[in-house]
């Protein structure tokens, strides 16, 4: 059993940075490939950048790439999201998730409860 706990969203102005955190529980942490999906209001849940048990690959949507950066400590338990050069449709519901190096939501074991990214213009 993983337990997830996002922090670090908030309001910010186009062109801003924000880094998310995801606190994991357990300590088989490292066993796990994770997910940074996001969710906008009448949108499907779309993945935003996967990263692998070691690091050692990531995943990014097009839409974020050379934009956001994922990475994990897997001493903390914890994965990141910095995201710069934030624009209005990166407005979402930010959620991490465990398990998978999928698109598939279905793909992973474990959600966070989420966290709200709103990007003014």
């Known amino acids: 059993q993983v337990q997830l706990v996002e922090s670090g969203g908030g309001l910010v102005q186009a062109g801003g940075s924000l880094r998310l955190s995801c606190a994991a529980s357990?300590?088989?942490?490292?066993?796990?490939?994770m997910g940074w999906f996001r969710q906008a209001p009448g949108k499907e849940r779309e993945l935003v950048a996967a990263?692998?048990?070691?690091?050692?690959?990531?995943y990014y949507a097009d839409s974020v790439k050379g934009r956001f950066t994922i990475s994990r400590g897997n001493a903390k338990n914890t994965v990141y999201l910095q995201m710069n050069s934030l624009k209005p449709e990166d407005t979402a519901v930010y959620y991490c998730?465990?398990?998978?190096?999928?698109?598939?939501?279905?793909?992973?074991?474990?959600w966070g409860q989420g966290t709200q990214v709103t990007v003014s213009s």
């Open positions: 998730a465990a398990g998978g190096y999928s698109s598939n939501p279905g793909g992973y074991d474990y």
């Open positions: 990263i692998t048990r070691s690091g050692g690959s990531t």
């Open positions: 357990g300590r088989t942490f490292s066993t796990y490939n």
